[in-house]
């Protein structure tokens, strides 16, 4: 069906950091990848798309998007960020940097008699800062 629209996909399957490499090199679009995300928006946003973030994969840059992005980031990490922060947007349906096609919900497990301190977040990732075992 791919090739009766136009398209023409080879699919591989490399090892999960040969992927990442690859990915970071542009050589492979789109690229799926497993990763957690943040419960954090400005740890994603600066993060995936910012021009220079670590992790912008896709190659999206507009620097409008980035002055947006560090005039609300809070001045340190762990910081509320500003309280007069920028509304913006921007188009989803033409940019598209990034698609997410699922999130995977994971299960924290058996929880053994005196662990506490255990916290779950929204981006499913275990956490193990601030586990006692009593």
């Known amino acids: 069906m791919a090739k009766e629209a136009g398209f023409d996909i080879k699919i591989s399957r490399p090892e999960f950091a040969t992927s990442l490499n690859l990915a970071a090199r542009g050589s492979s679009r789109p690229t799926c990848s497993p990763g957690g995300g943040r ?3 400005d740890g994603n946003l600066q993060t995936f798309i910012a021009c220079k973030g670590p992790l912008n994969t896709s190659g999206y840059c507009v620097p409008e ?3 947006a992005i560090e005039k609300a980031r809070p001045a340190r990490p762990g910081e509320a960020a500003p309280s ?3 509304r913006w947007r921007f188009d989803v ?3 598209r940097p990034i698609i997410y096609l699922y999130h995977a919900h994971t299960g924290s497990g ?3 008699p005196g662990l506490t301190g255990l916290r779950t977040v929204p981006d499913g990732m275990v956490r193990v800062q601030g586990l006692q075992m009593k």
Do not use: F, G, H
Request: glycine share 0%; aromatic share 0%.
């Open 110 to 112: 058996r929880i053994a």
């Open 84 to 86: 007069s922060t920028t």
């Open 39 to 41: 419960a954090d928006p």
């Open 65 to 67: 998007v980035d002055e």
């Open 93 to 95: 349906t033409k940019d």
